[in-house]
């Protein structure tokens, strides 16, 4: 008995709209800016626990702007090549090389971190609208793809909100942690975009 | 945290995320789309999301294995942040107060 209820759930779990790795045609960008964002969230991770070791080696300090500046021209090609949703293409890509170049400046000692939060909290809270519920094509109830952008989009509003909280009740190492955590479920999340891309 | 344990969460973050992506690779292909398996393109190959994920939890070990081996080593000084850029446009918390309590 135990065994046809497996057997059934399996079945079920079969006809469930997963295809990851297939693009339907389109340009296959999500898993590599996920996987880009899953890479740097744990280098992230790895900066807190290293502390000061982190810093041993300069160029270590500049790897999280450098990732923004690299996901943002990554993007200007995207917004480039693809036939749809240009404009919000663009604006993503504006604002993650406005973000690099905030980030970097503020690794460079040069602005506070205050500075360079007053930049990348409202950027968190558009990226979270243009990814979410502007990019999502197909109804919310009924996409999976949606459903899935919308994901990437409240994953960006958390991490504004993390930043909020920074700078409301200032640096904790709780704090720094949920960012460099958010910033790899944030690439997880573009990963499972991918992943549920062949059910829209 | 100890230096062993912070060395150690280090040195298992990449292996840990190669695991996660062996993990969806075989629920994708064992469980969610088994009639797949027979049909895999290169496209599928390199931008899977659980083979990416695989490809990144392995070059986060080569970045931080020897991070690891440092954060091992390393004094309880050297383990301690650099302190912030401090924001001139912020009071100090002393100077709030008093502002408050006028």
Redesign the interface.
């Given at each position: 008995m135990l065994a046809i209820e497996v057997g059934d759930l399996?079945e079920t779990?079969?006809r469930?709209p997963?295809?990851?790795?297939?693009?339907g045609g389109a340009l296959?960008g999500h898993?590599?800016f996920?996987?880009g964002f899953?890479?740097i969230g744990?280098?992230m991770?790895?900066e807190q626990?290293?502390?000061?070791?982190?810093?041993?080696a300069y160029w270590r300090r500049l790897v999280w702007p450098a990732a923004l500046v690299m996901a943002g021209a990554g993007m200007l090609i995207v917004s480039y090549l693809q036939p749809d949703s240009k404009s919000l293409h663009l604006t993503l890509a504006m604002l993650l090389l406005l973000g690099g170049y905030t980030e970097g400046q503020?690794r460079l000692?040069?602005?506070?971190?205050?500075?360079a939060d007053t930049f990348a909290i409202p950027a968190l809270i558009v990226s979270g609208f243009v990814i979410g519920p502007m990019h999502a094509n197909g109804n919310l109830l009924y996409s999976t793809m949606a459903q899935m952008h919308l994901l990437v989009g409240v994953v960006a509003w958390i991490l504004a909100a993390v930043k909020l909280m920074r700078v409301r009740f200032g640096?904790t190492l709780a704090l720094e942690y949920s960012f460099a955590s958010g910033v790899m479920m944030l690439?997880l999340s573009l990963?499972?975009v991918?992943?549920f891309h062949g059910a829209h | 945290?100890t230096k062993q344990l912070?060395a150690l969460?280090?040195g298992m973050?990449?292996p840990a995320?190669q695991a996660t992506g062996v993990v969806w690779d075989l629920l994708?292909h064992g469980?969610?789309?088994?009639?797949?398996i027979g049909n895999l393109?290169l496209?599928?190959?390199?931008?899977?999301?659980?083979?990416?994920?695989m490809?990144?939890g392995l070059?986060?070990s080569a970045?931080?294995i020897p991070?690891a081996l440092?954060?091992a080593a390393?004094s309880p000084?050297?383990?301690?942040?650099?302190e912030?850029?401090?924001?001139?446009?912020?009071f100090p918390g002393e100077l709030r107060t008093a502002e408050a309590a006028k």
């Open positions: 399996l779990a079969g469930l997963m295809h990851g790795g297939t693009s296959p898993p590599f996920g996987a899953l890479f744990s280098l991770v790895v626990l290293a502390g000061g070791v982190w810093s041993r503020y000692g040069k602005i506070s971190r205050n500075s640096p690439g990963l499972l991918q992943q | 945290m912070r969460l280090i973050l990449g995320l994708e469980v969610f789309a088994r009639g797949e393109t496209e599928h190959i390199v931008s899977g999301p659980a083979h990416l994920m490809a990144t070059a986060l970045i931080c991070i440092q954060v390393a000084e050297e383990l301690a942040k650099p912030d850029v401090p924001d001139e446009a912020e």
